[in-house]
């Protein structure tokens, strides 16, 4: 299948520091990628969706000002956690959709710890 | 409407054994059905999916059963080994949508030597 990548696997802040994420797919290009939140035992949550070009839309009770999404080519989606607080350690998945595959493909995750 | 409903929680099944987790959703406007397999620690990876033109699919010991009228599908695990053993989500799209999947609440899979 399609290869999505995320960088980093982990990372560990303090608190009130912004910290980023990157997705790429990595053999396909994607006009459309995702952006999930999942707490332990606990299912995926949309947090976005993001696409090539244009501003994010942001799921109800997202702030789009704390979680900042870039997608500026068909291959790079970025998350960035603005002034990050313990509440928002979780890990963080990302997606792409791929239309020959017409399926989402997901990221390995990132696990954000903050201090 | 958007909810997609999965069962059971957890479930424990003995080595050679068929594992079954159901889902059921209400939107009938969704045309894709996939399942998802996570690991601890890493992220969800497709397993199987079907669309509702058909009401079964088999990729090796992974089947996906369709009833279109009630609304279900369901994943059966053949010959489970442990190596299953992982979470399972279940999910749902439909077109139009820039294809957002709605996921089940997962189960979690144990199976036992």
């Known amino acids: 299948g399609a290869v999505v990548s995320q960088h980093p696997s982990r990372v560990i802040c303090k608190s009130g520091t912004s910290v980023k994420i990157e997705c790429r797919s990595l053999d396909f290009q994607a006009t459309t990628m995702f952006w999930y939140r999942q707490f332990p035992k606990q299912s995926l949550m949309l947090m976005a969706t993001s696409n090539e070009g244009s501003k994010a839309t942001y799921e109800q009770g997202v702030e789009k000002d704390k979680f900042l999404i870039n997608h500026a080519s068909l291959t790079l989606s970025t998350l960035t956690v603005t002034s990050a607080h313990p509440e928002d350690s979780s890990f963080y998945i990302c997606?792409?959709?791929?239309?020959?595959?017409?399926?989402?493909?997901f990221g390995p995750g990132t696990r954000l710890t903050v201090l | 409407q958007q909810q997609v409903k999965q069962s059971p929680q957890s479930l424990i099944v003995q080595k050679g054994g068929i594992s079954i987790i159901n889902c059921a959703y209400e939107?009938?406007?969704?045309?894709?059905f996939p399942w998802y397999q996570q690991f601890p620690g890493k992220g969800p990876a497709l397993l199987i999916a079907i669309r509702p033109d058909v009401s079964e699919k088999k990729e090796g010991r992974f089947t996906i059963s369709f009833n279109k009228s009630a609304k279900q599908f369901s994943l059966h695990i053949m010959d489970s080994q442990p190596g299953d053993s992982a979470t399972y989500f279940c999910?749902?799209?439909?077109?139009?949508?820039?294809?957002?999947?709605?996921f089940g609440s997962g189960t979690q899979l144990t199976v036992l030597p």
């Open positions: 997606s792409a959709w791929s239309q020959r595959g017409n399926t989402q493909y």
């Open positions: 939107n009938t406007a969704f045309d894709y």
């Open positions: 999910a749902a799209s439909k077109a139009g949508s820039a294809r957002q999947l709605t």
